[in-house]
């Protein structure tokens, strides 16, 4: 997997524990649809023309 950009965090909100936060694009490298596997399960995390997020098992 190629080398993910991290989107700084808003500097007005300081979250109680350490997110990281990755640019959805990054993850969908060349398409629109990428796969996350969790445990045992398989997501798909889909960018659609409108430019919203879906994420689907």
Excluded: F, W
């Amino acid at each position: 997997m190629n080398a993910m950009t991290k989107v700084p965090q808003p500097s007005a909100e300081k979250p109680k524990r350490h997110i990281q936060t990755y640019d959805a694009r990054d993850l969908v490298k060349d398409g629109v649809q990428v796969c996350i596997a969790l445990d045992e399960q398989i997501y798909y995390l889909r960018i659609t023309r409108a430019g919203k997020l879906i994420l689907t098992k």
